[in-house]
């Protein structure tokens, strides 16, 4: 009797599951609570691929052989949790994926700045020449390329949902950009938990393998000090000498792997900023551990085009600067984004809040921020964190009443910056979507 994969959700990861599934002879069903997108729809058509939507039947779903569990779907959902009783093996598609690859893996994980350093890499290795795929939590299905194309490397974004669900996989270069609390509503309120999740990304790792991480981040080095972690680790920091790794020299950012060591003027960085500095540092030791040539890695750094949603200039309407950082769904993300801005800064933020502590913003708030215009949903939270600290908080029923209100709060040589600090599902599909509404509304201005 054949094997049967039931997958739980019929996105690009769920879709992109199926199909591998199915190469390899398993019989195959996906299932997803939620209407299926037609594009979706099509693809599982064509592979001839049996799927629900609107609904989890339990008949067809706690007869699977293993489940592969799209990272959006919570371990407490009531399928999820008979799956467990039934004692049926649930993955992630990363998991499932790379038992049917040979390639090398680099893997990044993070609180903020891993897609930005993950798309470094990626643009790192395809100028260098190599074979490259790019997937995780950015581009395509990580399932579906193995399953129809072959690359020698992959660049893979992991959030910490698709690590919970990884057991056997192994980096072969593990990248930590950080640890700050975000998404602790899935962790039980427990910072721990999340570190720990997040830490799943050096598992299985031997002496072959390399650990790079932030040694500028004192929960990451305070764990690093709690585990025995194998690999060889490679640090970069701004603020410390080191003898391996990346660190910087006044304004020379120095990379040592294998002494033989690289400079490269920071100022000359595509990206500009101090997160920015971290993220180029990630890229450059991940490009000199695979060997690649001092120029390109230089090249590269200096060319790389930036992330959409993350901190990315829209246009100017009469002198006001719109700056679109859609991506940034944790207190820290814009933490970073209102400390790269100048001057007078109108900040559109709010969402769902996924456990947030505001205080770390205050300072900042305090020194750059002249209006709030909140966009979510419940703006209490907000409210009550940044009264008295900023003279104006305005609630905004909709993306496009917020661009209007920031605009007529603006003047000449104000920034605009959409930077919410939270998950977007309150009123939008995700912070892509979230982010094209505000591009939008910014150019019908």
């Known amino acids: 009797m054949k094997s049967r994969i039931v997958i739980l959700g019929a996105g690009e990861s769920g879709v992109g599951s199926a199909i591998l599934a199915k190469s390899k002879g398993f019989e195959v069903f996906v299932s997803d609570k939620s209407k299926i997108k037609e594009k979706y729809q099509t693809i599982l058509n064509n592979y001839k691929i049996d799927y ?45 994926a790379a038992r049917y690859s040979n390639a090398k893996m680099i893997c990044i994980t993070g ?17 260098a020449g190599l074979n490259v795929g790019l997937g995780g939590n950015v581009g395509k299905s990580f399932a579906r390329q193995v399953a129809e ?11 910490s949902f698709q690590l919970d669900n990884m057991y056997e996989f192994k980096a072969d270069v593990a990248i930590l950009m950080n640890i700050t609390p975000d998404h602790l509503d899935r962790y039980g309120y427990e910072f721990q938990n999340y570190i720990n999740s997040k830490f799943r990304i050096v598992q299985n ?3 072959n393998d390399f650990f790079v991480y932030c040694a500028d981040d004192e929960v990451v080095i305070n764990e690093i000090s709690k585990r025995n972690i194998e690999s060889q680790k490679l640090p970069f920091t701004i603020t410390q000498k080191l003898e391996k790794g990346a660190w910087l020299n006044e304004s020379n950012m120095i990379v040592n792997i294998n002494n033989n060591p690289f400079e ?7 990206l500009q900023g101090q997160h920015n500095t971290f993220n180029s540092m990630a890229a450059a030791i991940a490009g000199s551990v695979f060997g690649i040539r001092k120029d390109i890695i230089r ?16 246009v100017k309407v009469h002198g006001i600067e719109f700056v679109n950082d859609s ?9 970073y984004a209102l400390e790269s801005m100048k001057g007078n800064v109108i900040w559109l933020a709010g969402g769902i809040d996924k456990g947030n502590d505001y205080d770390a913003l205050k300072k900042l708030v305090k020194e750059k921020v002249k209006t709030i215009i909140c966009i979510g949903v419940d703006n209490a939270k907000i409210h009550k964190a940044f009264n008295g600290i900023v003279p104006n908080i305005i609630d905004a029923i909709s993306m496009e009443d917020a661009v209007k209100k920031s605009y007529y709060a603006g003047k000449k040589g104000d920034t605009v910056l959409l930077s919410p600090a939270c998950a977007s599902f309150d009123k939008f599909e995700n912070f892509e979507d979230r982010g094209r509404r505000f591009k939008t509304a910014v150019r019908n201005l």
């Open 264 to 270: 490269m003027l920071i100022h000359d960085f595509a």
């Open 205 to 207: 790792q031997t002496e």
């Open 299 to 314: 090249e590269s750094l200096s060319d790389f085009q930036g992330v959409e949603h993350r901190l990315e200039p829209v």
């Open 327 to 335: 991506k940034a769904t944790n207190v820290n993300s814009t933490w």
């Open 111 to 127: 609180s903020n700045g891993k897609t930005t350093t993950t798309l470094l890499i990626y643009h790192i290795l395809q100028k």
């Open 149 to 159: 194309e072959k690359f020698d490397i992959y660049v893979l974004e992991l959030s």
């Open 52 to 96: 629900e939507e609107e609904r989890h039947t339990e008949e067809l779903i706690l007869n699977a052989t293993e489940i592969i569990k799209s990272p959006g779907i919570p371990e407490t959902v009531l399928i999820i949790q008979k799956a467990i009783e039934n004692k049926i093996s649930i993955v992630s598609e990363i998991e499932f």
